[in-house]
């Protein structure tokens, strides 16, 4: 029932993500984010940049519902999550694969473990967990390091994991928040032509960085924050701070 | 449909493994309380089998007069019977009671030589009158007032058993108030303890939590193993309650039994009643735990 639910949702891709108008305001009178309107095409790859404190991060979280809107509406694939129930998150989060600057690996357990995490606490079958998860280890070139625990692994290493996590459930929306804040410029170039990798798969991807080299070598869409603000949204951008 | 269930029981199974010195903790605490109960129920068991035996063998010896008609005894055994309270009548004639006193007192020569002195039986026939209840005892006194025996009866014998069979309660009450109070901190006590376990096993799992949730777990998934948990507690706290308790009151039947005079059917009860008391309490410990956890789970789990 909940699966038919989600296809009827899912049908409208016209927008993958379609934002009208919405701020966050944090109490007492705190801006996250004010008056923002975008549209984000299937397939998209899309940078939000802009310096700390301008509602990169709060942008993102709304995306995937960590982060409620004060006010406005967001849509992704059509439907409209923004009062979504806490029954719903679950569903609309095994839709959209989410990577964060700090790894969140579960340190007693190993790359091949932490990545099957993300599908045994949402009940997929075991036959299915074997099948998918040498896959995605393959696509972010860890199979060798599967048996291996994350402390056993480099920086760049565990969030390629964090990044095959992400993606066992083949998401529609990749956000990725900061992903390489904590790598140097070896490893950002790894986690950066594996985002690449995934969008030509057919994923939609948020990228929410302040890292100019990054921004400019990529030649995607750039929307630029300010002040919780969009204030340029570029189809071939560069970083302009 | 069996995955989840199996894997809610393998995160629960984990969460208790990790914290194996604070599931310790909280199962001690939870068979403490138990243990109390139980003592509770075998003491009450125990005291309602002694006041049972004290007032089985409380009764009232009518003495006749001696030249008290066998219709005017039977008179009195029929009028005494008529009586709901009364359970029970013996009679004992005057030869009877002649030949019990002198078997009672056969060892001892001065009565000996007094009773042979005597020419005539100097007993009268007697009643032995057994209550459905010592409560009953002071009705039936009052009842033997009755014009028609008053002046037929010599003396009426009740040691006062009422006396030691309210002793017997009264003391039973004051340590039954005493277990009701110990129960109840212990309760208090493991409630806070399930409380704090839960609250510590989700600081624990913060970070487990946080992908749980952000993979797409559902809340129900990332609660069920913390109500599970508490489950396996109850069931762990039981058995070692009863793994406790089976030795302990084959040991003291005996005792009890001897103690009183009369078998104390403890095994018994346990052997018959065991399985009901111990579903009842396994029920209420896990409506307890469940309780506990839900509201811990309600402070500091933001699912």
Known sequence: ???????????????????????????????GVKDVSLHIRPGEFVSIVGQSGTGKSTLSKMLFAEERPTTGKIYIGGWDITNISDQDVPLLRR?????????????????HENVAFALEVS??????????????????????????????????EQQRVVIARALVHRPKIFVADEPTGNLDTINTREIIDLLKKINEFGTTVVLVTHNREVVNALKKRVITLDNGQIVSDVETGRYRI | MILLPYRITK??????????????????????????????LVFNFVTDQAVNYVEDRVEISVYFYEQTTEEQLAGAVAYLRSLSQVRDVEVVTAQEALDRFIKQHADDEEIMQSIETVEDNPFGPTLVVKAESVQDFDFIIQALENPNYQDLIREKDFSNYEEIISGIRGSTERVQWFGYGLTAIFLLIAILIVFNTVRIGIFIHREEIAIMKLVGASSWFVRAPFLLEGII??????????AILYPVLLTLEPKFSSYFG??????????????????????????????????????YLKV
Request: hydrophobic residues 50%; without cysteine.
């Open chain 1, 123 to 156: 009940g997929e079958k075991y036959q299915r967990i074997k099948k998918v998860v040498p896959q995605v280890l393959k696509i972010v070139n860890l199979s060798a390091q599967a048996d291996r625990y994350p402390y056993q692994l480099s920086g760049g």
């Open chain 2, 11 to 40: 995160f629960a199974l984990q969460n208790f493994w990790r914290n194996f010195w604070l599931s310790v903790i909280t199962i001690s605490m939870l068979v403490l309380t138990l243990l109390s109960i139980n003592i509770l």
């Open chain 2, 262 to 299: 009369s078998t104390i059917p403890l095994m018994d009860h346990f052997y018959h009643e065991g399985i009901w008391i111990f579903v009842s309490e396994l029920i209420a410990l896990i409506l307890i735990n469940t309780i506990s956890t839900g509201l811990a789970m309600r402070k």
């Open chain 2, 233 to 242: 507690y109850s069931v762990f706290a039981l058995l070692i309650v009863v």
């Open chain 1, 1 to 31: 029932m909940i699966e038919v639910i989600f296809h009827v949702r899912r049908i409208n891709f016209f927008f993958m993500i379609q934002l009208k108008n919405v701020s966050k305001v944090y109490p007492p009178n705190v801006i």
């Open chain 1, 95 to 111: 839709q959209i694969g989410v990577v964060f600057q700090d790894f969140k690996l579960l340190p007693k357990k190993t790359v």
